[in-house]
């Protein structure tokens, strides 16, 4: 049996994807906020960005499509 991995109470992933054969780029970012009970998702898919928030206090939802963008 192996040890969980421990995560701080807040943080922040960022990872990118580049598909060489169809010539395109995918980037997301995860942010997590254990204090506040809270995630967010920011993608960006062949230059069109999206966002959610997501509260786990009540499994509430926010989606945001368009080049606005938010903080934590």
């Known amino acids: ?8 109470p ?12 169809v010539n395109e780029e995918m980037e997301g970012t995860l942010f997590y906020d254990r204090p506040n009970n809270r995630g967010a998702l920011r993608f960006t898919y062949q230059g069109e960005t999206s966002q959610s928030i997501f509260r786990f206090d009540d499994n509430e939802m926010l989606y945001i499509s368009g080049k606005e963008f938010f903080y934590l």
Do not use: N
């Open 1 to 8: 049996q192996f040890e969980r991995p421990k995560f701080s």
């Open 10 to 21: 807040v943080f922040q992933v960022e990872v990118q994807g580049i598909l060489k054969d």
